[in-house]
Every structure is written in C-alpha cells, then in structure tokens.
C-alpha cells in the first residue's frame, strides 16, 4: 500500500481481544502488556488468562493452548468478554481451541508460518483449516510473523531460540497498531526488565515496531480501530489481580491493626502467588513461611496468632481439606486467623488452573464437630483488596477464625483499581489485654459479641493455657462437664453470629420487590451484573443481589428474599449456595442455574436462562 495513503480510524465503545499459542510463546505476557497499556491509556477493562495444568505441555497440541482475553472499552467494563472481536492465533492448535469463542465477523490473526502439515496433525487437523468453508465468516490476516521477526533481527547475535522467543511481540506490535495503542509502556517496560541484556531489549523493541509497521503497511487491514479512554474518578490507579490485591489488603490491615503479618502457607496453584507476593515485603516487616505442607502452614499461622501477630494461612480447596482439623484448634482457642481459599476445579487435583465455587460448604461445614467460623467472598479481582482486609479485621476484632472464598477467575484475572489512601482506611482495635489489667481469663467475654481478650504469652501476670481439648467457660481449664461443653458450644455460635452487627446491609439492584430476584456469590459477580443490567436495559423487570458475607448472611438477606415471587441462584457448582439458602430460610424456594466446567458464565447464557424464566419457559 502506497505510504501516502492513510487507513480510515473506526471508533469502537469496547472490544474483546483473545491471545493464544503454545504455552512457550508468551501469550500470558503479551496479554498482560496489552492490559497494562490499555489500562494507562485510561480504558475500562477486565482479564481472562487460561492456561494449561501441566508445567510442559505438549506443544502444537490443544491440550498445550495457552489464552489470554482481555476486554477493554470506553464504557462500563465487568467482564472478559463472551465473545472475541479479535483472536491471534499463534498456531493451528490455538485456532482450533479458539475459533468458537469469536464473533461472526471477527478477525482472525494467524502466524501462517505455523500452518504445516506437521502441525495440523499436533491439532487434529485432517487439512489445512483455513481452507474451511466455515472460515469465511471471519476475516482471516494470514501474517507470516515468524519469518518477518527472524528477518527483522537477522543482524542482531542472537540464537534462533531466543529469536523465535520474541516473535510474540511482532503479534503485540501488530494489535497495537489495529487499536491504536501507544507502544511507549511496552518499551518502558523492556527497558526495566532488559537493562542488563542490551541486545534482547533491542530485540524486543525491533520486533514490536516490526509488527506495528507490518499491521500499518498490510493491505489485509483496512481500518485500525479507536476505543477512546474512559470518564474515571481522578486518582491513582493500577492495573491489579485478585491475588496481588488480596496481598495488599493483608498488609494494610496489618498497618491498621498495627500488628506484624505472618502468613504460614504451602505452595498450590492458584493460589501461591499471594505468598510470593508477601515474600517480597520484608521492608514492611512481614513474616513468610513456606512450610512442608498444607497442615505445618496453618499450624505455623496459629502459633503466630497465640504470639500476637495477624495470622494468615494461603490455600485452594485440596489445601482447605488438608487444614479443616487445625481449623478446628483455631476455633476452640478462638484465635484470630485469616484462611484465604482460591477455589480451583475439583474434585481431588481436578482442574488445577480453572475457576470454580464448589468449596462453599466445604468453608462453612467442613469441620469436625461444632466448628463455626465467618466465611467472605470476593467478588471482583480489585475487592480482593476490601475483603481480605474486612477479613482481617473481623477476625482481629472478634477473635474468631474467617475464611476468605476466591477463585481462579479473581486471582488471575485483573482491572484497573483505585489505589486507597491509608488514612480512608477504617482502624482495627484488636482486643488486646496489656499489663496492668484486672481480672483477666482467657474465657471472660468482653462484650455482647462475646469476644475475648487476647494475652499474649510473655505479658507478666496473664499466663495461661490454650488447646484442643474443650475448656471451662470463663477459666479456660480443662472441662468434660457436659453441661459446660454445651455452654462453650453455643458461645462460639453465637460470637460468629454476632458479626452481623459490623457487616453492612445487603444491597439491593433493581426495585425492592417484584417477580424474580437474581442471586449471585464470589467471582460471579461481573458476569450476573452485566446480564442484570442489560436486561434492564431491554425492558425486562428483576433485581439483583450478590453475596459476598455469607456466615453470617447480612441482617436484612430474609426480608429480600421474602418481597420476590421467584428467585435464581446462579453459581459454578451444582447448587451449593441454593442448598445453603434453603436450609437458612425454610419454606423460600430458589431456582438454580449451574455450571461446572472450570470456565466463569457468559453473560450471554445467562440472558437467556433468565428470560425463559421472565418468559414462563
């Protein structure tokens, strides 16, 4: 194309980009560059990575595909996208695993280098598939960019490894152009990583301009695209992932509570990425410990508790298992404790690196005996932030174990979060017992939310003893009196009850009563949202509530559910909230809307399950 002719701009509301390849060709990267230039040119956006379970999959193969989709826009953000606008695949197999998930219309990005019979059979292609018929509902960019990135770093010393490792940045380069994105960050960011390997941050910068110039002199795209920055309060902000924000929420309640932060934990997917984080913030005086296993993390995070720190223990749902029986001590010591469980697909190993929410039962029940603690969940990657440090807070302040529900969607999915100002943040008062006070015991309640004092070992006249056999109201002695055990029984109850007293209302969207109430949890939150609010806007009549206290449910949860004719749960697990709400509130019956496939909802099932149920279908 002659250089003096210039490419018409479109302006677009939101677009939904998918990179795929081998897990060796960096799409996580690059789809994470992506986001974080898109997220400092000021848009809106929500992330997806998908990724497989083993450390080495097999290349060229569907089983091996490595995908990252974000969703980005000028408007109202809260999902990854159905639906891609946009898919780069890096090979046969990426295409093969990802064409379903793109729009009629949508363009296609390939690197036609890759297309041989060699890997059309990896992918369990009989032929070449972009000679299917089905293909021309799309508009496919055949682009040779291994070849073009070789060719752009031929006189540079590099080996052909290193070179081919780069040729994700020529499709970066490529997509920066189609959406007018400034490739300043990208190099900022090459030039923070590579300062001390001047020939890789050369090559990175040659291959990411190589792919802006190829997309702009392509007569294949014949428009790039606008999606202009968002109207966002002023402040600063950042691009953030729920389990980076968890970690962050943990040390500001730490600095609240002015406490020094342990966390205790044993590294599982997908959840480790809170302790590596936590392990670099020595300079703010945290403790990590990666212990042998699940049982030596929550064990090292009690005895942290007893010696007066804010104790946290990291996990998923096998972890969570493995801990229920310290669990247990954490309880009848009533100590403070933080469990934050980023749920994964199960049973057993399961889906290691997808999303689910099936250990909600396992978080309120799975204990022996009468074991209650609070239960929280997040419900956006940025709220990881609030809720782990509400969990904090209550556990601090009621002396009380509380477990925190992620997921894999949250912890690995990002959007942009404005950073707090500490002083916003509210105090946490922990009820501790200093030198000079009178009438101490390790029992005596203190107030009507019947917590106790928290002496910690070392403080001179309050020694005394903790452990797992029950104790004596009030003295904290052995007991087998029965009568007493049913006293101490109903006195744990009823101080994780009494936390309803410092939790908010349940908001509710929509009027306040009507035909059908929508009913979400967790992670699920962004996905029930966008359906409820679209639906709205086509005229249909709901509201919508979403949990994120769950024990105890806020004070107001049975006068919201008692104003609706009907009510839908939707979660990704075969009814657990339901189950638990039917339980809590007998004689309400609830609709379910389930899904277990280690993949969050779309909105767009969820529109449709809705109207049928609007519809009388």
């Known amino acids: 194309m002659a250089d003096n002719i210039k490419k018409p701009v479109r ?13 060796g060709d960096g799409m996580q990267l690059t789809g994470t560059l992506f986001s974080d230039t898109s997220a400092l040119f000021g848009n809106y956006l929500a992330t997806f990575p998908d990724y497989p379970a083993e450390i080495r999959a097999p290349q060229g193969t569907v089983g091996g595909v490595s995908g990252f989709q974000v969703h980005f826009g000028h408007g109202e953000v809260n999902t990854p996208g159905d639906y891609a606008d946009v ?14 998930w793109v729009k009629s219309g949508g363009i296609i990005i390939v690197d036609i280098d890759s297309f041989t ?54 499709a970066l380069g490529m997509v920066y152009w189609l959406f007018d994105r400034p490739m300043d960050f990208t190099n900022k960011f090459f030039e923070n990583k590579f300062k001390k390997n ?25 428009s790039s695209y606008s999606v202009a920055p968002a109207k966002i309060e ?72 007893f010696a007066g720190h804010l104790a946290v223990t990291t996990t998923s749902g096998p972890g969570l298992s493995l801990k229920t029986e310290a669990t247990g001590l954490a309880v009848i010591t009533e100590l403070p404790l933080v469990i934050v469980n980023v749920q994964r697909g199960g049973p057993s190993t399961g889906l290691p690196t997808k999303t689910e929410q099936a250990d909600l039962l396992q978080a309120i029940y799975g204990r022996h005996g009468e074991s209650p603690l609070v239960v929280l969940a997040a419900s956006t990657p940025s709220n990881c932030f609030h809720y782990a440090f509400v969990a904090a807070k209550i556990a601090l302040e009621h002396m009380t174990p509380v ?69 004596m109201a009030v003295t904290g002695a052995v007991s087998y009196v029965p009568e007493n055990h049913q ?45 409820f609010r679209e639906l709205r806007k086509e005229g249909f009549k709901l509201s919508y509530i979403h949990f994120n206290y769950i024990k105890p449910f806020p004070k107001n949860t049975a006068q919201i559910l008692n104003s609706f004719k009907k009510r839908l749960v939707c979660e990704l697990n075969l009814g657990q909230m339901a189950n638990y709400l039917r339980m809590k509130f007998e004689g309400l019956s609830f609709l379910q809307y389930n899904k277990v496939q280690g993949l969050p909802f779309t909105v767009i099932e969820l529109k449709e399950q809705i109207k049928k149920i609007l519809e009388g279908k």
Request: proline residues 5%; contains cysteine.
């Open 87 to 100: 898919l780069v695949a890096m090979n046969p197999a990426a295409l093969k695993a990802n064409t379903k």
């Open 403 to 471: 477990i925190l529900l992620t997921d894999g969607f949250l912890a690995n999915g990002s959007e942009p979060w404005k950073i707090p100002e500490m002083k916003d943040l509210p105090d946490i008062k922990p009820p501790l017992i200093k030198e000079g006070a009178e009438d101490y015991k390790p029992y005596k309640r203190l107030n009507d939310n019947m917590v106790r004092g928290w002496a910690v070992p070392g403080t001179k006249g309050f020694e005394h003893r903790l452990g797992g056999l029950e104790k």
């Open 117 to 170: 019979e060699k890997n059309f059979q990896k992918a369990g292609y009989n032929n070449d598939p972009l000679t299917d018929p089905k293909m021309k509902d799309y508009n496919v960019i055949q682009a040779p960019i291994t070849s073009l990135t070789q060719e752009s770093l031929k006189d540079l010393n590099l080996d052909n490894k290193s070179v081919l490792r780069s040729k994700n940045m020529f």
């Open 11 to 23: 302006e677009l509301e939101n677009v939904v980009i998918r990179f795929s390849g081998d897990s």
């Open 487 to 531: 006293v101490m029984v109903n006195e744990r109850e009823k101080k994780v009850e009494a936390v309803v007293n410092d939790i908010p209302d349940l908001k509710i969207l929509g009027e306040e009563s009507g035909e059908l109430l929508l009913i979400g949890w967790g992670g699920t939150y962004g996905h029930l949202y966008t359906a």
């Open 198 to 222: 001047p020939v890789v941050l050369e090559a990175n910068k040659t291959v990411l301009k190589a792919g802006y110039q190829y997309a702009e002199s392509s007569e294949a795209l014949q």
């Open 234 to 305: 002023k402040g600063i902000y950042r691009n953030i992932n729920g389990n980076v924000a968890t970690a962050w929420g943990l040390l500001a309640a730490a600095e609240k509570s002015k406490l020094t932060l342990f966390l205790g934990s044993y590294p599982i997917t997908p959840a480790t990425d809170i302790l590596q984080e936590l392990s670099t913030r020595k300079d703010l005086g945290v403790k990590t410990f990666q212990a042998e296993d699940e049982i030596a993390g929550i064990c090292s995070a009690i005895g942290a508790s």
